[in-house]
């Protein structure tokens, strides 16, 4: 742990400027903790060898641009609003590829699934076809491939006929080319206060705001969607009603329902992602997509099912918008990787895909049990899942929770990744699937169990 001093050497502008640059691109990268105390003026000025004055000119542009809070009698505060922008930024400044890290920040994929991942590829390079298959196919996917992806969507429960069914690159693909095609830039898109962070880059890419709706124990909150439809800033919705990336929430059908009417009264549309959803046991409700076909999109991947790498995704689209996604994913990728989407729909035909949902359900609900046992059935919350949503006790920062559990060796995410608007969250995200077998798992669970209950140093610090 060492006192914050901030790297002033090679930026341009007046030194007081240099330092609040400084210090918004420490907070940005994580290296400065929302709630963290800065430097005394004189320590600070004494360290970087400049005036008092430049430090308490930085300090208070630093609190005039919301960087920071001063307390009279205390100090200078990272403000909370100026927790980590993003997962990616704090990743940049705390790798996580090193030796005996248990990792619970991303899906991974089984060894049996990776097995049968090569044995596919194996198998795709055997089919008589696969030198068409090498070639381009511009404009339009093998009608094969269109029907797998149909007849998994409609495992998922919505099930569309195969002009209807597109396959992209992925999840995230899916997402982006859902936006470009029923968004304009500028405008505004509504979703979850709680959400997943690759919405945020892909609104970001395409210049849409983004408006982080309130939610409860059963999801988004009709009455906030009406209100923020009949204001007219925005008329698409991005949400999961099933498995909730963070929150692992699942929205009851009555819910559902009342979104699909609202949706209706003011003409919204709706981008469902079940990217998660195969995972829920009992199986979910009908997907709000599948309730309102219409104007519903649901998008899914085989990335969490088999492996992300695959990059196969799947979105089901209303009546006659397929053209315009399908228009989105070739202006991004000129054409599918056919090897890819034809080993998808090898494992699609042949049952894999099914079989690997299940084992994965299987592995969840036994990982979800180790959470339950460590850390209590209301942290496992009620669906087992492989999304664990971990509220903080009062005492704890989640951007100091973070960097205290990476340094005993843990790493989770920060909720601040997840929020869009609304008042900062105090929590962590936990991916269950990471850790390679239970064991690990468990190592991993029992270090954030004792920090839970440890009651955390206030410090001036930076890791
Ligand atoms: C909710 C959600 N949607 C979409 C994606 C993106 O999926 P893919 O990895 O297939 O692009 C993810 C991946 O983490 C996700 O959690």
Request: a neutral charge; aromatic letters at 4%; hydrophobic letters at 50%.
């Amino acid at each position: 742990m060492s006192i914050w001093t901030p790297d002033i050497a090679e930026r341009p502008g007046p030194l007081y400027q240099a330092i609040v640059d400084a210090m918004a691109e420490d907070i940005r990268r994580g290296r400065l903790a929302a709630g963290a105390k800065l430097p005394p003026h004189r320590d600070l000025a004494w360290r970087l060898k400049v005036t008092v004055g430049t430090v308490a000119r930085a300090y208070a542009e630093a609190e005039r641009v919301g960087l920071v809070t001063g307390q009279v009698g205390r100090g200078t505060f990272v403000s909370q609003r100026a927790a980590p922008a993003s997962l990616a930024d704090y990743m940049a400044v705390h790798p996580l590829d090193e030796a005996g890290v248990v990792d619970m920040t991303k899906n991974r994929p089984t060894a049996d699934n990776i097995a049968l991942v090569a044995e596919t590829l194996r198998a795709v390079t055997e089919r008589p076809d696969f030198a068409a298959l090498l070639g381009y196919r511009l404009g339009d996917e093998l009608p094969r491939h269109r029907a797998a992806a149909a007849a998994w969507l409609a495992e998922e429960g919505v099930p569309v006929p195969p002009e209807r069914a597109i396959v992209t690159v992925g999840g995230q693909q899916a997402m982006v080319a859902v936006l470009a095609s029923t968004t304009r830039p500028g405008e505004a898109i509504l979703c979850e206060q709680l959400t997943y962070p690759g919405i945020k880059t892909a609104a970001s890419l395409l210049d849409r705001r983004l408006i982080g709706l309130p939610t409860d124990k059963h999801g988004l909150i009709p009455e906030a969607y009406e209100a923020a439809l009949a204001s007219r800033e925005a008329r698409l919705l991005y949400i999961m009603p099933t498995v909730n990336n963070p929150t692992g929430v699942l929205m009851p059908a009555e819910r559902r329902r009342a979104i699909v009417e609202i949706a209706r009264r003011h003409d919204g549309l709706i981008v469902e992602d079940g990217v998660h959803a195969y995972l829920c046991e009992p199986p979910a409700p009908t997907p709000i997509a599948a309730l309102a076909p219409e104007r519903g999109y649901y998008l899914t991947a085989l990335s969490k099912i088999v492996a992300p790498a695959l990059r196969v995704g799947f979105v089901a689209v209303p009546e006659g918008q397929g053209a315009r996604v399908m228009g989105a994913v070739s202006a991004m990728t000129t054409m599918l990787p056919q090897l890819m989407a034809e080993a998808a729909a090898m494992l699609i035909e042949s049952g894999a895909v099914r079989r690997c949902a299940a084992a994965n359900r299987i592995e969840a609900a036994a990982r979800h049990a180790v959470v339950a046992s460590l850390l209590g059935r209301e942290v496992a919350g009620p669906l087992p899942t492989f999304l664990c949503f971990l509220k903080l006790p009062a005492a704890w920062r989640a951007s100091e929770f973070v960097t205290e559990a990476w340094r005993r060796g843990v790493a989770v995410s920060p909720a601040a990744a997840f929020v869009v608007g609304g008042r900062p969250v105090e929590a962590v995200r936990m991916n269950l699937s990471a850790p390679r077998d239970l064991a690990e798992l468990e190592r991993g669970l029992k270090v954030i169990a004792e920090l839970v209950a440890a009651v955390p140093e206030t410090c001036c610090l930076t890791v």
